[in-house]
Nanobody, 117 residues
């Protein structure tokens, strides 16, 4: 089992920045990919960014150039630096961890990000 705890959400004005953090515990050696997802009211959960254990990253087109995902395997953390935030970035952001072989996906409880115009 893997437990994930997110932090860092909040309210920010458009154009501002926030940094989300996710700390993993439990069977962390089973984790391969880590990712950030978000879900806005009335919408499906969508992938925001991913990072592999080796540090490769991938981003949704909507956040490229504005968001940066980083991972510290020694500390079992993954962060999401969000710059130039827009009202459409408003959502609950979830951290996810995928085990090797994609056998399991674990989710954090989510953290609210609200961007005011």
């Amino acid at each position: 089992q893997v437990q994930l705890v997110e932090s860092g959400g909040g309210l920010v004005q458009a154009g501002g920045s926030l940094r989300l953090s996710c700390a993993a515990s439990g069977n962390v050696f089973s984790i391969n990919d880590m990712a950030w997802y978000r879900q806005a009211p009335g919408k499906q959960r969508e992938l925001v960014a991913t990072t592999t254990r080796r540090g490769s990253t991938n981003y949704a087109d909507s956040v490229k150039g504005r968001f940066t995902v980083s991972r510290d395997n020694a500390k079992n953390t993954v962060n999401l630096q969000m710059n130039s935030l827009k009202p459409e970035d408003t959502a609950v952001y979830y951290c996810a961890a995928v085990t090797f072989g994609a056998y399991n996906t674990y989710w954090g409880q989510g953290t609210q990000v609200t961007v005011s115009s």
